[in-house]
């Protein structure tokens, strides 16, 4: 009797076990979005930085907002993180948050696209 009921507890455990894990691995997000303020002004800028982006580890999906001028950045968790986004996007030309745009690469985009100017 007491074997049957071990038996029967063993064999619940090593089925629900690995159902258990796989539920959890399911719900847990694999991607990751993060928003950068950039100094994006127009439609070159937005497609200049949707396109560089995109070849930066594990990103998955840019998109930038024009009118606010955000970048959301969506990547692969554990392949990149907010900080490398943000220098990424200084490598590019363009201010990300707090840090300010390369100088060099910013001086080096196409003049309607160097920051003062107008969005347009
Ligand atoms: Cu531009």
């Not at 990751?32 to 002004?41: F, L, P």
């Amino acid at each position: 009797m007491i074997m049957k009921k071990l038996t029967l507890i063993m064999i619940s455990l090593v089925l629900i076990v690995p159902i258990s894990v796989f539920a959890q691995g399911d719900k847990k997000k694999k991607t990751e979005t993060v928003e950068i303020q950039t100094s994006a002004i127009c439609g070159m800028c937005k497609e200049r930085l949707e396109k560089n982006l995109a070849f930066e580890k594990g990103v998955k999906a840019v998109e930038l907002n024009e009118e606010i001028k955000v970048i959301s950045i969506t990547y692969k968790k554990g392949k990149n993180d907010k900080e490398s986004l943000k220098k990424a996007i200084t490598k590019i030309g363009y201010d990300a948050d707090d840090l300010p745009a390369n100088q060099e690469a910013h001086d080096k985009l196409p003049e309607c696209c160097q920051q003062g100017n107008e969005p347009h």
